[in-house]
Every structure is written in C-alpha cells, then in structure tokens.
C-alpha cells in the first residue's frame, strides 16, 4: 500500500483514540461507569489497531 494511506490512516486513528479517551475521562467523571468501561474498550481496541498499523507501516 502506498505510504500516504499508512500515514493518514495512522493520524486519523490517533485522533480517533484520543477522542475516545476524552470521552472515557468524561464518562468516568460524570458518573457513567458502565458507558465508561465500554468506550474504554473501544479505546484499547482503537489503540492496539493504531499499533499494528504502524508496526505494518515500518516494514
């Protein structure tokens, strides 16, 4: 695949990821710890993706 794909696929998961984890603080902070706990899977998977993809990425 081309270079570009990896790099804007990786910017757009790391905004993605951060977004998720934003909005798990805030779950946890209002109170919501069951929408918390599911966001923070999300978040774990969103992340172990970003991370297989540049792993992908630097070979």
């Known amino acids: 695949?081309?270079?570009t794909y990896?790099?804007?696929t990786l910017i757009f998961g790391w905004f993605i990821s951060v977004s998720l984890a934003v909005f798990t603080y805030y779950a946890f902070k209002l109170g919501y710890s069951i929408?918390?706990?599911i966001i923070a899977l999300i978040f774990l998977a969103s992340a172990a993706m970003?991370?297989?993809m540049f792993r992908k990425w630097k070979k």
Do not use: S, Y
């Open 1 to 3: 695949m081309e270079k």
């Open 6 to 8: 990896f790099v804007v």
């Open 35 to 37: 929408i918390g706990v």
């Open 50 to 52: 970003n991370i297989a």
